[in-house]
RNA sequence: GCCCACAUAGCUCAGUCGGUAGAGCGCGUUCUUGGUAAGAACGAGGUCAUGGGUUCGAAUCCCAUUGUGGGCUCCA
């Protein structure tokens, strides 16, 4: 992830990367053989890699830490040295990595971290305590500026170098560090938060969803309650997509192998795919994108200028394949549904067309209660097809939509996909993590392959601009997203069951199945905790399922036709006749609060 | 895919040195009819992920497979 410059030239970017150095001379202390490898500042802290005789084991963790405050008391000096290439090598020379990284530096065009830099930097060291290392820093001066207080390991990883699966597996720790003790429990606080958040064990705890080994790893079930929030939001995006020029279509979920051919996926996406299914000697393919079926409903009859700009929309689900080890939840899958639509329009429609889209996508989001969107705006690659002009139109018109809208963006020139620029939308969730959600890509790659055309007012044939876009991403990662922004308790117009009627003793029965009907009637999802279980139980077990409305009902509201309402909050109101319950319900319903 | 770790009841977990299993919650039955976050008793529930090996004997040791977790790489 790029650090903006205000952290790199920090303190406690300084602190991060000193306290690496010092974690780095704490395991060379403890073993002697080791390979180090890198070891940078990080967004929230540090890691270093290393290459070691065995596996790091949590104990080992413990006692590099309590080494490293020792280290860090003992008030080293970081000392910087600029020294020849020649020197270097002599210096690191049983440290084959450090090797590799001087031989980049001699080279120029890498820097000590071995990614690509500008400049042909000095080689450079600095040594603190007893531990020296091939180091552009900067570092603090001492370690007194680090707060042994403030400094924590936190887990082992495995690492390639450099990232390659072909170079070594290397061990990495990865720790943080603060300025201050306080900084670094609310860090650890917002660490225990995410965990509490996390949507895999809500999804279990609020029975959303789950997989099953004889399913197969990366696929989801959907379980009744995880299937009405769906549904919910599924109906939502239905209404806003018909009242916005969309068309829906459906497709199916293979393909024959021409198809994929003529779209170029068996050419630059075949890695993702899943080997052919053979029917009658043809090879079909399971879909991994639903683009090539909609181009097809575009090529199905000749198109006209003024049939333009279509919007084709589909819940569309794909499949694509995943290595083993990168399943996450509902985060990372193998089978997902996302929530695609095709734009086709014409060349003097297109700076609308992205202003309606991304205004369309910026409402829908904020439906979903995401208040902070950050754009990113990828340009033309190196590599890339397509006319440059249209290249060019197109970034421009993403850009100008991204001022006239007021939206903060930043611009990742030459990040684009080969067939086309795009901007990414990211939503902040209530914890401040970010999370790509959206995405609105351009294709001049798909139109020229399939060929598509329409007919211009000039009688001639043209082809037209095609912009692919996802809203919500996909259904199961935006849901995974949910969960944890609202911490498995969905406002009232998702949650599963948004009412639960408690009646106190048996003899208020009749009268909450009553309250219920009028509810139901009304088109709440409601029921009637009717079990033998005293009333602080069923709030409680209401209260843990994060139902929004709890009703409670005694004596009292039985003789006056009323009901109490305590709210997931622990808000009790005062009773309410069911009238005006429903007049709150359907208005907190409607606002989607 | 790779490195490391893990897999015991529906859930969360305990299980010592290798001697064929436990708790809490949940579930069922009964009693209890209680006014804003857990009333009580009793009961049912496990081929210890799967397959193989070592051993007189495996939840426990070894290997493989599947799945899960933390990362790397990749990504909606």
Redesign the pocket.
Known sequence: MAHSKDYKDSQLYRIRHSTSHVMAEAVVEKFPAAKVAIGPAIDDGFYYDFDLPR???PEDLVEIEARMHQLIKSKEAFKYEEISAADAKKLFKDQPYKLELIEGLEQGGVDEDGNPSEEKAPISIYKSGGFTDLCRGPHVKNTSEINPQAVKL???????W????KRP?L??I?GTAWETKEQLDEYLWKLEEAKRR?H??IG??LDLFS?N??V???LVLWHPNGAMIRHQIERYWDDQHMANGYDFVYTPHIGKASLWETSGHLGFYAE?MYAPISIEEQDYYLKPMNCPFHLHIYKSSLRSYRDLPLRFAEKGTVY?Y?????????????G?T?DDAHHFCREDQMPDEIDFVLDFSMKMLKAFGFKEINAYLSTKPEKSVGDPAMWKAAEHALEDTLKRMGVPYEVDAGGG?FYGPKI?LKVNDALGREW??S?IQFDFNEPERFNLTYIGEDGQEHRPYMVHR?L???M???FGVLIEHYAGAFPAWLAPKQAIVI??????NDYAYQVAKQLKENGLRVSVNA???????K???A??EKVPY?L???????EAAQV???R?N?E?LP?MSVADFLVLAKKEIEEKI
């Open positions: 596996a790091l084991t936190l887990n082992i990883a495995g690492a390639y450099r990232g390659d699966e597996m061990q990495r990865y996390d895999r064990k279990k705890e997989t080994e004889e197969g790893s990366g993702n694509r995943e290595r083993s080890g990168v399943m996450h939840g509902l985060m990372r899958v193998r997902f996302q996909a990414d790509q959600l995405t996802a919500l991403g996909s199961e990662r935006f009646p106190i003793a048996d003899r208020h079990s033998s279980d005293r009333m602080n139980a709030i409680r077990n209260q843990n709890m409670v009902i005694g004596d009292r509201e039985m109490a309402l305590r997931r622990g009790s009773a």
